[in-house]
């Protein structure tokens, strides 16, 4: 499988704590993509990050890319309970290809 | 304002019948997408197309078809449903395949 696969794949953080996601792919990209979903929702394009970035930031989003060990990581900082969701590591290409995602859920 | 739409959002079908999802997106989007969602497998491409005319196969293809005959649409059509197909429908579109707006999804039962 060509899917990226996300680490943990379950995650429940407190509001206010930090929350990270892993990524991992096994190969080569042009970028890598993160997406949210809420329940029974479509999905939303978070934050792309170029094979040639290092690193991005997007309000309280900030992604990492690490080529050479093919893996990227997702932090989102002071979580809220609006972030309660799955978050998928997409590669991206000729077409999108998804991992199986991190289901983060957030407490009040 | 620009949107993707699905429709139905709910169906229910039999075994053997030809079912069509349709999809439909004001952005003047060449490339369409359409996914399946399954507990434990994520989103898996079934069908894209870049453009009209143009249509592509993906991953899990086998049992589908789709056909583009303008910018805006893009049905996807169950050519003799099975209950292995029951699952969540996600029509997605964008100029690139960088960023893909996603429509709310067909949730499909095949009884």
């Known amino acids: 499988s060509q899917q990226g696969e996300e680490d943990p794949q379950a995650l429940s953080i407190q509001e206010g704590e930090n929350a990270t996601m892993n990524c991992s792919y096994k190969?080569?990209?042009?970028?890598l993509q993160w997406y949210r979903q809420n329940s029974g929702r479509g999905l939303v394009h978070l934050i792309l990050?170029?094979?040639?970035?290092r690193e991005k930031h997007s309000g309280r989003l900030r992604v990492t890319l690490d080529t050479s060990k093919k893996s990227s990581s997702l932090l989102i900082t002071a979580s809220r309970a609006a972030d309660t969701a799955s978050y998928f590591c997409?590669?991206?290409?000729?077409?999108?290809?998804f991992g199986k995602g991190t289901t983060l859920s957030v407490s009040s | 304002d620009a949107e993707i739409t699905q429709s139905p959002r709910h169906k229910i079908t039999e075994t053997g019948r030809q079912v069509t999802l349709a999809c439909h997106q004001t952005?003047?989007?060449?490339?369409m997408f359409w996914y399946r969602q399954d507990l434990g497998h994520g989103l898996r491409l079934i069908h894209y197309?870049?453009?009209?005319?143009?249509?592509n196969k993906g991953e899990v293809s086998d049992g589908y078809s789709v056909s583009r005959s303008n910018t805006e649409d893009l049905p996807l059509t169950l050519e003799s449903a099975a209950s292995s197909q029951t699952s969540v429908y996600f029509c997605?579109?964008?100029?690139?395949?960088?960023?893909?707006?996603f429509g709310p999804g067909t949730r499909l039962t095949v009884l």
């Open positions: 997605a579109s964008g100029f690139s395949t960088d960023t893909q707006y």
């Open positions: 190969t080569s990209i042009n970028n």
């Open positions: 990050i170029r094979s040639n970035e």
């Open positions: 997409v590669r991206g290409g000729t077409a999108l290809i």
């Open positions: 952005w003047n989007h060449n490339n």
């Open positions: 197309s870049y453009g009209v005319q143009d249509t």
